[in-house]
Nanobody
Framework: VQLQASGGGLGQAGGSLRLSCAAS????????ISWYRQTPGKQRELVAQ???????NYDDSVKGRFTMSRDNAKNTVYLQMNSLKPEDTAVYYC???????????????????WGQGTQVTVSS
């Protein structure tokens, strides 16, 4: 299973950007899919997270500004980022916990997957 993140770039304070994360592979189920972000010298922090049941949680710093959505047909999640702030500048990573069949397809096993990061830079 692979996650491919895209959509980062340069934005202005008050503006918008949209990130995409496409999951690919065979025979997998996504249990939880998330967006994290990281700035130099700091730990990666959770931005938004969607569970298979549909519940989405947001970090307080982005509530009301960021919206995570999902297109199941395309196995893609999006992070719509509005009212951008300079402090949103970071490398954004897509992350998922997925279920995949084991070698003889007798059961499923859990797998943690990280996508490559995409840089978001917000100018003031």
């Amino acid at each position: 299973v692979q996650l491919q993140a895209s959509g980062g770039g340069l934005g202005q304070a008050g503006g918008s950007l949209r990130l995409s994360c496409a999951a690919s592979g065979s025979r997998f189920r996504i249990n939880v899919i998330s967006w994290y972000r990281q700035t130099p010298g700091k730990q990666r922090e959770l931005v938004a997270q969607t569970h298979s049941g549909g519940t989405t949680n947001y970090d307080d710093s982005v509530k009301g500004r960021f919206t995570m959505s999902r297109d199941n047909a395309k196995n893609t999640v999006y992070l719509q980022m509005n009212s951008l702030k300079p402090e949103d500048t970071a490398v954004y990573y897509c992350h998922a916990w997925v279920q995949v069949p084991n070698s003889d397809y007798s059961a499923e096993v859990g797998l943690e997957v990280w996508g490559q990061g995409t840089q978001v830079t917000v100018s003031s």
